[in-house]
């Protein structure tokens, strides 16, 4: 079955400490995301990708990095310089990459990352 | 650049209808709606990609006002499988190109 995968589901951190979460999709769609959600505040874009080695800041990118080697896989790293890490991480693909705009998005299970 | 929803919570009985409203402060060139389910990543609904346009999924349909820089979620004779939250997404700029912002969200309830 075609979609995305992130791991872990559950992630315990201690301050200072970076930690990578993962997105692998097979449905071989150009573009990936990664959402940051907190209660109340909806979908925010931290990256995006539109093309394999590329990839550009959303609305929240600073404490975070991304890569994009493959274009299946989309890691997020939350670094130690995001100032308040908690929160749920939703990676997503669309099918657009470079062309026209955004189609419809495939959501993977999310990240729930907790930082102690 | 976020769109605003409203309501920001509802609570029906099964078999009730409700509205949600999604309005931007820019024009909008397309508006998508996704369904959370708690604890779940959100599915999509529906993209309307033009003034005027109406689409549906089951018993649920949305239009656009393009001239109103607004688009509405109808959900009509409920059912329990529709409660969670919904978030409308419309296209924003965001580093140098056209991405989608969603909404805040409004939370359904549905009560049998």
């Known amino acids: 079955d075609g979609g995305i995968t992130q791991s872990p589901k559950y992630l315990f951190r201690k301050e200072g400490q970076n930690v990578t979460l993962s997105c692998e999709q097979n449905?071989?769609?150009?573009?990936m995301y990664w959402y940051r959600q907190d209660p109340g505040q909806g979908l925010r874009l931290i990256y995006y990708?539109?093309?394999?080695?590329?990839?550009q800041k959303g609305d929240i990118a600073e404490g975070y990095s991304v890569s994009r080697e493959k274009k299946e896989s989309f890691p997020l790293t939350v670094t130690s310089a995001q100032k308040n890490p908690t929160a749920f991480y939703l990676c997503?693909?669309?099918?657009?990459?470079?062309?026209?705009?955004?189609?419809?998005?495939?959501f993977g299970e999310g990240s729930r990352l907790t930082v102690l | 650049q976020q769109p605003v929803q409203s309501p920001q919570a509802v609570i029906l009985r099964e078999g009730e209808d409700a509205v949600i409203n999604c309005s931007s402060s820019?024009?909008?060139?397309?508006v998508h709606w996704y369904r959370q389910k708690h604890g779940e990543a959100p599915v999509f609904l529906m993209i309307?990609?033009?003034?005027?346009e109406q689409m549906r999924h089951e018993k649920i349909s949305a239009s656009f006002n393009e001239k109103k820089q607004q688009s509405s979620l109808y959900l009509t004779a409920s059912q329990l499988s529709y409660s969670g939250t919904y978030f409308c997404?419309?296209?924003?700029?965001?580093?140098?190109?056209?991405?989608?912002?969603f909404g805040q969200g409004t939370r359904l309830t549905i009560n049998p």
């Open positions: 990708s539109q093309i394999v080695n590329d990839f």
């Open positions: 997404g419309t296209e924003g700029v965001i580093g140098g190109a056209q991405k989608l912002v």
């Open positions: 820019k024009a909008l060139y397309s």
């Open positions: 309307l990609l033009k003034g005027g």
């Open positions: 997503a693909s669309s099918i657009d990459g470079l062309a026209g705009d955004t189609g419809e998005l495939f």
């Open positions: 449905l071989n769609h150009d573009a």
